[in-house]
């Protein structure tokens, strides 16, 4: 198989002459490089490269979308090379001009690029070099071609094989599959040896592990139990973004650390294709590896992690906490941080979930809104969310549809925000409606809708799902005081729902009503739902957890000793966040 190509377009011959240059010098010995002034060239290569099965990495462009060239050289790349980077070229003397700036972010928010390179300079450019080794850095995971690649190997695609694959997805294992028949995999079964049993997975070590089980895979790849560990400073629950930010600065900090989650790391996180607003990561980062990369930081810092093992039940006697694992297994901690998330309701349009990030959003648009400026833009829901989110669309939109499944937005939205919409010209509420299909080529073009007069397909740019979530509580304890949907209340929010807590002390910020237990991220009533937001709440839960332990309190233990009721809680829905 030939090495992937590197794709260069750029009118000016001399600005393409140091692309080239550059390209060339730090490349060549592993990708083919091509690089023209010519769309007509363009366009074959890309469409040649799908009709012989070779890879195109990246292309490179200094022609700015929303040009007809640039364009069709775009579409034609994200329809015959779905995962080869897109990034546009931009001159010096185009750096830090706000207009470019705004062209960018919207050319991204919409799916069109992934960000952008400077052109590079005559002498050796490592500002140039950094960006396109990140995007093949990024383009080599897409493929599955990455170093420390696990294998799975099977028979079909469907049924073990799959969830094999899923496993390792959310432990943040890169990893390929192979059917059993194919040149790879009749490669990796004569590796394994006769009596493999099917699917198999060869780790990157060499070691194969035949059918193996959901926990058997996690010791594998290292997030197994510690056996020798029995009791910690602090247990978190869940590896989203608040638990991973706990256990960065909880052991970074020298707290015994361990992270319990039923799943893998990142939490909702990872449905993320690409954050575009978290703080230092200017060409955005996509939610799986802002948590592949806290895991790692955690990990080195002594954070202990245990995957695929769920939280089943929560105590509080004399001796401390205790937090119950599935197996039977318990361990002793003096502080619990709850991190378990909450499940954003989906739409469940396969069609709809694969352009997350290109047109798709679930959440508000805070950060898309400008990206709209001109164009369509539908929201699903019917409560005050979807009400603020319409308004806020409405200063950037050509026209705002709000698509609601009851008969009326006043079942579910305040007065206020009804009026006001009422009287915002270029909002139209559809109500009896439903989204049930959509698409687009490589990013949202249509939605289909369909209501009392049947389904109708509509031209579309940007959908904003608001349709509720369920916060990950079930499992815990009555003790543990909620809100109406379920959310964990803490602080000063116990007080205001006149829940009393049971020592003669005020409670920490983000503590529960069960002392020295404290929620951190979107399972907290009231909490911001942003990867950030929930970063700073764990490492504020880290804080109010050294506070407990600088005061020589075992809180749990004082909490029983004062009369209150030993708190237990039978398991029951997952703790993944």
């Avoid at 002498?123 to 071609?145: C, G, N, V, Y």
């Avoid at 890169?174 to 059917?179: E, G, I, M, N, V």
């Avoid at 010209?425 to 490589?442: A, I, K, L, Q, S």
Wanted: charged share 20%; hydrophobic share 40%; net charge negative.
């Amino acid at each position: 198989m030939p090495d992937p190509l590197i794709l260069a377009l750029e009118s000016d011959l001399e600005a393409l002459g140091d692309v080239e240059q550059a390209l060339r010098e730090r490349y060549a010995g592993d990708y083919r490089i091509a690089c023209t002034s010519s769309m007509e060239e363009a366009l074959p290569t890309i469409a040649d490269l799908a009709v012989r099965g070779e890879e195109l990495a990246l292309v490179l462009t200094a022609m700015w979308p929303g040009e007809v060239a640039a364009d069709r050289v775009l579409d034609s790349v994200r329809q015959h090379h779905p995962h080869a980077k897109r990034a546009l070229l931009i001159p010096w003397g185009k750096w830090d001009d706000q207009e470019t700036a705004e062209f960018i972010f919207d050319s991204m928010a919409v799916g069109r690029i992934d960000y952008y390179v400077l052109h590079p300079a005559r002498w050796p450019d490592e500002l140039f070099h950094q960006a396109i080794s990140s995007f093949l850095l990024e383009w080599t995971k897409d493929m599955r071609t990455a170093a420390h690649t696990s294998h799975v190997v099977g028979r079909e695609w469907a049924g073990r094989a799959y969830e094999l694959r899923d496993v390792l997805q959310r432990c943040a294992k890169p990893h390929a599959f192979h059917l059993a028949e194919s040149p790879k995999g009749k490669e990796l079964v004569a590796q394994a040896g006769p009596g493999v049993k099917f699917p198999f997975i060869v780790v990157p070590d060499g070691t194969v592990l035949g059918d193996p089980t959901d926990p058997e895979v996690a010791n594998a790849t290292g997030g197994g139990v510690d056996a020798e560990m029995e009791h910690y400073d602090v247990v978190v629950v869940g590896a989203g973004p608040a638990g991973l930010s706990a256990a960065v600065y909880g052991a970074s900090e020298g707290l015994e650390t361990q992270v319990l989650d039923e799943g893998g790391i990142g939490g909702q996180a990872t449905s993320s294709s690409l954050i575009r607003n978290y703080l230092g990561f200017p060409r955005g980062i996509s939610g799986s590896n802002l948590a592949e990369q806290a895991y790692e930081q955690a990990w080195v810092f002594g954070a202990h992690f245990t995957f695929m093992l769920r939280a089943t039940a929560l105590e509080v006697g004399g001796d401390g906490l205790r937090v119950t694992i599935s197996g039977g297994r318990s361990i002793g901690a003096q502080a619990v941080i709850l991190a378990t998330g909450a499940s954003y309701r989906r739409l469940g349009v396969s069609a709809l979930e694969e352009l997350i990030g290109a047109g798709v959003f679930y959440g508000g648009p805070v950060s898309e809104g400008h990206a709209m400026t001109g164009k369509d833009a539908f929201i699903v829901g019917g409560a005050n969310s979807a009400g603020q989110a319409a308004l806020h669309l409405a200063r950037h939109a050509r026209r705002v549809t709000v698509v609601v499944r009851g008969s009326s937005l006043a079942e579910g939205m305040s007065h206020y925000l009804v009026r006001q919409i009422g009287a915002t010209p270029n909002v139209e509420v559809r109500t009896g409606t439903e989204v049930v299909g959509g698409g687009g080529d490589g990013r949202l073009q249509q939605l289909v809708l369909r209501g009392d007069a049947g389904e109708e397909t509509v031209d579309a740019d940007g959908l904003f799902v608001l349709i509720g979530a369920r916060p990950h509580t079930d499992w815990l304890p009555p003790e543990l005081a909620r809100d109406a949907q379920g959310f964990l209340l803490t602080g000063q929010d116990l007080a205001d729902h006149d829940v009393e807590f049971p020592l003669p002390r005020r409670p920490l910020a983000q503590e529960t009503s069960v002392p020295g237990v404290f929620a951190a991220g979107d399972v907290r009533h009231g909490s911001v739902k942003r990867v950030a937001s929930a970063a700073g709440e764990g490492s504020i839960a880290i804080n109010s957890v050294h506070q407990l332990l600088e005061a020589g309190a075992e809180p749990a233990a004082a909490a029983a000793r004062d009369g209150a009721a030993e708190v237990r809680g039978a398991g029951g829905q997952s703790a993944g966040a």
